[in-house]
């Protein structure tokens, strides 16, 4: 029998590579589970349970990848959409965990995730929510950041799905998104996401017409609750639409991106990157940007105040600020 191995210096443990054993102790499995090891003169911890407790120890390069595995999951902020709910069982506040009083009236539920508070607790939840299908009724005419984080996508499935189709086979199609589908056909196409979700058939068997998808997908944006280039960037946009240097103009433009909540932002780009792929074939189509920007100038930007007259004038601006997305798409995001 070979001697035992002497003790090391006494300043600490000798920090030896944890193997799991075939015949080990309940404790020896709990260390290799844990990454954690006792000794009789302190305790050695392991990296894995190291970066756990002592995140600033962690290398820069452990940090990146860190950051980007957190925005691959794209947690885009959303406030709760609380509204007044009359609870048929006794209820208790999830926020605060007291009981909710009240003989009609007890609450907020929040429509999309489902959580019930107090109204005074409604203010003080932070802006977490985590919409769930079940509560999740529509696609079209649902707010944008809701249908992304409750479908766990970068984008709405609607746009993804709708691009992917115009793009298979409609590219050279004349007049693409300025010819109209059929009204019918573009309500099915509705109905059938409403429906069925990311199981939606909008293939060219079921509508050969892919003036039918183009409809449906100004429709969807159409219907937005906020539109994509939201009313809190609006006044920001118009200022830059009424610039007549280009290099203003774009900065203009910058700052108001900036503006754009994530999810609003990643759809614009993703249809924007779309739209100029479509330029590209002007010859086939004869859509260039200043035609698309003609289209979809009113479906992206809507002014906060519906004044008629108001949305009147700035039908022209949309329409450059679209167009000045679309040509310089690729310097702008």
């Known amino acids: 029998m070979e001697p035992l191995p002497t003790e090391g210096p006494r300043s600490g443990c000798v920090a030896a590579p944890i193997k799991p054993k075939r015949e080990g102790s309940h404790q020896d499995l709990l260390t290799f589970t844990l990454g954690m090891k006792l000794c009789s003169r302190g305790t050695v911890l392991w990296k894995p349970f190291r970066l756990l407790t002592y995140p600033q120890l962690t290398s820069s390069l452990e940090k990146r990848g860190t950051l980007t595995e957190s925005e691959r999951q794209h947690r885009y902020e959303k406030a709760h959409n609380f ?67 409750a479908h766990k996508t970068e984008r709405p499935m609607v746009v993804d799905m709708c691009i992917r189709e115009i793009e298979q086979r409609g590219l050279k199609s004349e007049g693409l998104y300025r ?44 219907e937005l609750p906020t539109p994509v280039i939201t009313y809190d960037a609006y006044p920001k946009f118009m200022q830059a639409a009424r610039t007549t240097s280009l290099d203003i103009r774009l900065e203009a433009v910058r700052q108001g991106l900036l503006l754009l909540p994530p999810a609003h932002r990643e759809t614009l780009r993703y249809l924007l990157t779309h739209l100029k792929r479509v330029t590209m074939f002007e010859k086939d189509n004869f ?47």
């Open 287 to 333: 859509m260039n940007a200043e035609n698309l920007g003609i289209v979809f100038g009113p479906t992206l930007m809507q002014p906060p105040n519906e004044n008629a007259l108001e949305t009147l004038n700035d039908m022209q601006y949309q329409k450059v600020i679209v167009q000045l997305l679309i040509e310089h798409e690729n310097t702008l995001f």
């Open 179 to 222: 010819v109209s589908g059929s009204a019918e056909r573009i309500e099915d196409v509705k109905l059938a996401f409403d429906r069925d979700g990311e199981e939606a058939n909008i293939s060219a068997a079921m509508y050969a017409d892919i003036n039918v998808i183009a409809g449906a997908l100004k429709l969807y944006l159409r």
């Open 83 to 149: 509204k007044v709910h009359a609870f048929r069982r006794p209820h208790w506040c999830e926020y605060c965990t007291n009981f909710t009083w009240g003989l009609t009236i007890q609450g907020l539920r929040c429509s999309d995730c489902g959580l019930n508070v107090h109204k005074r607790c409604s203010q003080l939840v932070s802006r977490d929510c985590q919409p769930d299908l079940r509560h999740v009724k529509k696609v079209f005419g649902c707010d944008l950041t809701t249908l992304v984080k």
